[in-house]
């Protein structure tokens, strides 16, 4: 397995940092602070997208290439194209975390106190899936199942839920800070652990480690996946309106960006049929009683704006090639 560092020393407000990769682009984005950052996938090219100062989490949206982005109590959408934003749902709560299921249009949001929530892309059919006061789900999405992967604080229990959220399942699995769906399988992070899971008619079927960080220090706060194995169709339209609504400059078809994302060839070892680029945002904790401490004030206090300067944390994104 080879391993790169990508980008070393930046902060993460949260203990999730999202990140995510455009292939369209071919740039991998990541929170900094409160600005998004990019670059290729080499670490070169580093540079923060314009009109973003204060995000704390963002998802991004493949087909009409923008991210959904959460600053304090809103649900904002920026534009890839042309930078523009525009509002797309409030709440009471502070927004922690956002993903994007393009294909259907819908996003989905956790909060801290806040539950779970979904809505259309454009902030029509607002739905609580999740109304009780968890702090901050963890969530990511399988969307050729329709399913919610989430997790909550009170307990380390991976579970899962359909769109609608009906059909509420708890796994004899555990994770911590990130989750990323890749084809069959689900990417865990469990303190320095990266774990594969492999799942067949809603029932876990196989679970390797596939990666393991032996600095002590180091909890994996964030994932993606990548998938080399196949070439991603594109199609070029003209943009009418900076609206989500609209087909943006680069677009992508549905059909052909659900095969490319979600299909994998090749092996990794252990595992059969899967070859994918895993990236990974470490958080290094250095003295573990001051990250509790941190925790605690970043509970009690999100609310507030004191909180969201949070604490300044060392972070490193690692890329990690699982294929040979």
Request: proline share 2%.
């Amino acid at each position: 397995m080879n391993t790169t560092t990508l980008h070393r020393t930046f902060t993460t407000l949260g203990m999730y940092q999202s990140l995510d990769w455009n292939p369209v682009d071919q740039r991998l984005y990541y929170i900094n602070g409160t600005k998004i950052m990019s670059s290729f996938l080499n670490g070169t090219n580093l540079e923060s997208l314009p009109n973003l100062t204060n995000v704390m989490a963002f998802g991004l949206d493949v087909v009409t290439q923008g991210l959904f982005y959460a600053e304090e109590q809103h649900i904002k959408y920026y534009s890839l194209v042309d930078h523009s934003t525009k509002t797309v749902a409030r709440q009471q709560y502070t927004i922690s975390m956002v993903v994007i299921d393009p294909f259907k249009k819908l996003v989905f949001w956790s909060s801290l106190f806040g539950g779970l929530k979904r809505s259309n892309c454009d902030g029509s059919g607002r739905v609580d899936l999740i109304n009780r006061p968890y702090y901050k789900p963890v969530i990511t999405l399988d969307t050729t199942q329709e399913i919610i992967y989430y997790r909550i604080l009170n307990s380390d229990k991976l579970r899962s839920m359909s769109y609608d959220g009906s059909g509420d399942k708890t796994y004899d699995e555990s994770t911590y800070f990130a989750m990323v769906v890749c084809d069959s399988h689900l990417l865990l992070s469990q303190k320095n652990k990266i774990v594969l899971v492999g799942f067949e008619n809603g029932n876990i079927t196989s679970r390797e480690i596939i990666y393991t960080d032996h600095d002590n220090r180091i909890d994996i706060s964030g994932i993606t996946a990548i998938s080399l194995s196949n070439r991603f169709q594109t199609t070029t339209t003209q943009s009418t309106s900076s609206t989500y609504v609209s087909s943006s400059s680069t677009s992508i078809s549905d059909s052909s960006m659900r095969s490319s994302l979600m299909t994998t060839t090749s092996s990794h070892p252990g595992v059969k049929g899967l070859n994918v680029i895993v990236i990974v945002s470490v958080v290094v904790v250095v003295i573990g009683a001051v990250v509790i401490a941190g925790m605690v004030t970043y509970i009690v206090c999100w609310r507030t704006r004191r909180a969201r300067r949070g604490v300044n944390i060392n972070n490193q994104v690692q890329l990690l090639e699982l294929a040979r």
